[in-house]
């Protein structure tokens, strides 16, 4: 079977890296793709957001599984562009519909979704322009610190923790006044803080039935000691030790279960991954956020430890046969370090030559913001480059792997935190 990936990251290097191990695939497409994407696939030199090609391609190189890594796709509503042409509606689409992909589409839309259905997270109120005044008196009486979520779409930088009343407003005033994130922060939504520790949690589910797969930790910040910016993510550990069965009980109880059910109330088709961001607050489970695809650099832990032929997941899916699937995982400890380039996520230099990517054998090396010179040598081509992952009988046998292979890497400027996972491990000093 031939199978088409959407997206140019280090996810979709890993679900390329992933499928290709299973006998049911013949050739793996990826569109674009990256430098890492065409050492096991083939690359397709057409943007996600050029659906109309897309489907040329699908149905010329016969096209029976289409895998949506990227986000703006979904909203975008690739599923149902493809849904909609009589030639393409045999094509195994992994990915929701465009109504279901609101849930990551609209900070606001996922908001009054939670708490229609009673699924735990912070209070918060919606505002935009028009009510510009009103966010500035909820902010005067709102206890710090605050977080403030562009409601579209914002490449994983769209939230902001503010400490301050000063802050709060001068952020509210880049969003709704200067546009900081364009469209997608014409309405901003402003929540409480949840003081916790955060963990991803990830299922495949076709709206009914659902499988879970492993969890992750995420870090976003740009620097050791989760200080700086947040970034689209700077590594991942899986399993999460906190991420225990009650707790996970908990999860499937309190939050998944309550989401499909959600969905089915509001009529909404899904098929494919629900993200779920969560903090656990003293052992409870609160949702941050909702994710419509897999995380990054979360895909890049988790894969490496799912023993079972991801195809075969897929074609439960597509088969309705979810409930009878045996998901095997590794139980080692996954850790991914992203490298990445000077000043991310400011401003950053691309084309600079990366050396040391030879001769890589025992940690899984993920490339995301990379592609091929003339001269065919690999150069980076984003912020975040290159994902690196160890594994180990434990999280520090893992990161010891990740970090030994990551030092062999280089280009100028390469960056990255040193200090990934080491808060999961108790009593530890770096």
């Known amino acids: 079977m031939n199978i088409l990936i959407i997206g140019s990251g ?6 390329a890296w992933k499928l290709k191990q299973s006998e ?3 050739r793996i497409f990826v569109a674009p793709g990256n430098a890492g994407t065409a050492q096991i696939a083939t690359n397709v030199d057409i943007s996600i957001s050029n659906f109309e090609e897309l489907a040329k391609f699908a149905d010329d190189f016969n096209i029976m599984m289409l ?13 149902d ?21 609101q849930l990551e589409g609209s900070k606001d839309f996922s908001k009054k979704f939670m708490q229609q259905y009673n699924i735990p997270t912070a209070r918060y109120q919606t505002f935009t322009l028009d009510t510009y005044d009103q966010a500035v008196a909820y902010l005067k009486n709102h206890a710090y610190p605050a977080v403030l979520k562009a409601d579209g779409l914002a490449a994983g930088k769209g939230v902001v923790i503010a400490n301050t009343y000063n802050e ?7 969003m709704l006044h200067q546009q900081k994130f364009g469209a997608a922060s014409s309405k901003v939504v402003i929540e409480e803080f949840l003081q916790g520790i955060e963990v991803s949690v990830f299922i495949l589910t076709d709206g009914k039935e659902y499988v879970l797969l492993p969890e992750a930790k995420d870090y976003k910040r740009v620097g050791e000691g989760d200080t700086g910016l947040n970034t689209g993510g700077m590594g991942a550990i899986s399993p999460v030790p906190f991420a225990n069965e009650i707790f996970m009980e908990k999860v499937k109880t309190q939050v998944i279960e309550p989401t499909l059910l959600g969905l089915q109330a509001e009529n909404i088709p899904y098929s ?3 993200f779920i961001g969560l903090m656990n607050v003293n052992g409870e489970p609160y949702v941050i956020e909702y994710n419509v695809r897999l995380g990054d650099p979360e895909t890049e832990a988790i894969l490496p430890r799912i023993q079972s032929d991801l195809f075969e997941l897929f074609r439960a899916l597509h088969d309705h046969d979810l409930q009878n699937f045996k998901l095997k995982v590794d139980p080692r400890t996954a850790a991914t370090i ?8 400011g401003y950053y230099r691309k084309g600079d030559e990366i050396s040391g990517l030879d001769d890589l054998t025992e940690t899984l090396v ?9 001269d065919k040598k690999i150069v980076t081509n984003g912020g975040r480059v290159l994902a690196v992952t160890g594994m180990g009988e434990d999280i520090l046998e893992a990161l010891n792997q990740a970090r030994q292979t990551a030092e062999k890497i280089t280009w100028s400027g390469r960056n990255y935190r040193r200090d990934i996972g080491f808060d999961l491990i108790p009593n530890y000093s770096s």
């Open 67 to 79: 895998v949506v890594g990227q986000e703006a796709a979904l909203v975008d509503g690739i599923h």
């Open 366 to 374: 993920f490339q995301a913001g990379t592609t091929l010179a003339e």
């Open 24 to 26: 049911y695939c013949e």
């Open 168 to 174: 709060a407003t001068a952020e509210l005033e880049a």
């Open 272 to 274: 494919g991954f629900i």
């Open 338 to 345: 992203m490298l990445v380039a000077e000043g991310y996520p």
């Open 10 to 15: 280090g996810r979709e290097h890993a679900l």
């Open 81 to 101: 562009y493809f849904q909609s042409l009589e030639y393409l509606k045999h094509i195994l689409v992994i990915g929701p519909c465009k109504a279901g992909a």
